[in-house]
């Protein structure tokens, strides 16, 4: 009875704090130290200072590869809200057989290993591989393309492996619309595009955040695949982090740049929220 | 007349479009059993000639039967440990709509969208400043951290779907919590509990960025020893490995939609 009295305080959530306690040890602590070890000015260890930070903005380098990060991120969750869309309407409107087909496809990848669906993509994308030969044999091209180790191939693979999680909400989302909506859009006359356009698009920007928030951290985090598809040419955030931490051994340059990661992916992932409730509580409103 | 075409070239756009990405789900996975079977030396495709030889040279890579069994455990401790924490904590904070409950359910779900890199790195850093040896342990934990999230949505979702008045029968018939808990609540959940096991199994098997710091040569695991392979040059015995993956996976699935019917599951916790 003592117990329960004290435990009171914590209330319906008492269950969670095992999981709190664990991850407060192991993912919070980590990351404030992650913070700390960013704020030393050398790998020394005396004093500390925003050196590292300083080192960031000035040298060129740096900044470029968080900018190709963030924009090879914007770019794959753009062909995949482009890819989605189609797969959730045809859904939407298929009988069972269709329904479960899209779903088998889309859980498929989502079960297989990335690394694998990465594997794929180079016999597709090779010198040697499907595209190419295709290409070859239908006499388009003259000879074998440059497509791995290329910003396209590398944006191509990374939809690929990352649709399942941006067609799962999306298609979440279009199960919940108001179908008396579309009728409604029918009957006023609406085209086809226009029903698309002004009625699916704005009800189900909730579905397209989820996955997109999904797509673009997955896709600017997906270390296997930006160096398998993209090379040793595109040099991106984590291939970045991943050599200053365990190639040069410079951890406070290496701490650095995952805190400024870091912040740029929950930046973005906060604005773009922001962006989608208030869109919505428009859309509500109106 | 021309909104008919218009509505007729709609639907053409749909569909093709549809189609397409259909094409791009399935084919890769076909890719990759189709190359694993070739006769060659390389990966041209289509194989020159059909053999099993390189599924026959697996079984003799020791290096890899070890990566695949590094792997299988870290997948079943960190399964089993998020399982218990996950299950635990969703049923904390699913039904409560406590400032707190969302702050944490904000805490517990930030692993999916936070940089995995950085998350690896912060804990090799924390490990190494209190001398902790690298080890399968030492992996496990950072694995548990990844796992977490896909456990508390799906079993979130379950008990989001469970009738709350069943537990207030349970307690005002007498019966303790943990008693309610054990009899009522858990075996009404389970199917979530299952499914979300089963995707942080996946997800743990399938995970980089943390083992890429927390892994060293005596706890290799599967995705970053093919990496390694790789890197080194195009060895179609990934090819192998490729098509063994894909054919668990494709039993697995089946079995799992047999069993418990995962797929519709999993879209209602998405």
């Avoid at chain 2, 858990?186 to 980089?208: C, K, M, N, Q, R």
Wanted: aromatic content about 10%; charged content about 10%; some cysteine.
């Amino acid at each position: 009875m003592a117990l329960h009295r004290k435990l009171e305080p914590f209330g319906e959530t008492l269950p969670a704090m095992p999981l709190a306690a664990f991850f407060l040890a192991v993912f919070v602590a980590p990351f404030a130290l992650l913070l700390v070890i960013s704020l030393f000015e050398s790998t020394e260890f005396r004093a500390l200072g925003l050196h590292q930070y300083v080192k960031f903005v000035s040298d060129g380098f740096s900044v470029r590869v968080l900018w190709d990060t963030l924009f090879l991120g914007f770019c794959v969750t753009a062909v995949c809200l482009l890819l989605a869309y189609p797969l959730g309407l045809v859904y939407l409107d298929g009988g069972r057989r269709v329904r479960a087909t899209i779903l088998f496809l889309i859980m498929l990848p989502l079960l297989t290993s990335a690394v694998v669906r990465t594997f794929a993509w180079i016999v597709i994308l090779g010198r040697e591989g499907i595209v190419n030969n295709a290409m070859l044999a239908l006499g388009l091209w003259g000879q074998p393309g440059r497509l791995l180790y290329s910003w396209g191939g590398l944006v191509v693979a990374l939809a690929q492996i990352q649709l399942p999680l941006m067609a799962l909400p999306v298609i979440n989302s279009l199960l919940k619309l108001d179908r008396t909506l579309l009728d409604a859009a029918e009957g006023l006359g609406a085209s086809s595009w226009r029903q698309v356009w002004t009625v699916i698009l704005p009800l189900t920007v909730p579905g397209a955040v989820a996955g997109g928030l999904l797509v673009f951290a997955a896709s600017t985090t997906a270390f296997i695949t930006q160096t398998l598809v993209g090379g040793g040419r595109i040099v991106l955030m984590p291939v970045d982090i991943y050599q200053q931490a365990v190639g040069v051994q410079d951890w406070p340059f290496a701490a650095a740049l995952s805190i400024i990661f870091t912040i740029c992916i929950v930046a973005i992932s906060y604005l773009v929220n922001a962006f989608a409730q208030a869109r919505m509580r428009g859309v509500n409103g109106a | 007349m021309a909104r008919r075409f218009a509505d007729l070239v709609y639907s053409g756009v749909v569909w093709i479009s549809a189609l397409f990405a259909m094409v791009l789900l399935l084919a890769p996975t076909v890719v990759v059993l189709i190359a694993s079977f070739t006769g060659a030396q390389t990966l041209k495709f289509p194989p020159p000639s059909w053999s099993l030889r390189w599924y026959y040279e697996l079984l003799q890579s020791d290096e890899l039967i070890a990566a695949t069994w590094t792997s299988l455990k870290v997948a079943f401790w960190a399964t089993l440990a998020s399982g218990m924490l996950g299950t635990s904590a969703a049923l904390g904070i699913a039904r409560s709509s406590s400032a707190w409950a969302r702050f944490l359910d904000g805490l517990f779900m930030s692993p999916m969208v936070l940089p995995a890199m950085a998350f690896g790195l912060s804990l090799l850093m924390v490990f190494s400043l209190m001398s902790v040896r690298l080890s399968i342990w030492t992996l496990t934990v950072g694995h548990i951290v990844i796992c977490t999230p896909f456990v508390i949505r799906m079993v979130s979702a379950s008990v989001q779907q469970l009738n709350p008045v069943l537990d207030d029968c349970s307690l005002s018939l007498g019966a303790s919590r943990l008693y309610t808990v054990r009899r009522i609540t858990l075996p009404l959940i389970s199917p979530g509990i299952l499914a979300g096991g089963f995707v942080a199994f996946l997800s743990s098997f399938d995970h980089v960025p943390v083992s890429l710091f927390l892994s060293d040569a005596r706890t290799e695991v599967l995705p970053i020893k093919l990496w390694q392979i790789l890197e080194a040059g195009l060895d179609v015995r990934v090819a192998a490995v490729s098509g063994v993956i894909v054919i668990v996976t494709l039993v697995g699935l089946v079995l799992a939609e047999w069993l418990f019917g995962l797929g519709a599951r999993e879209q209602r916790a998405l």
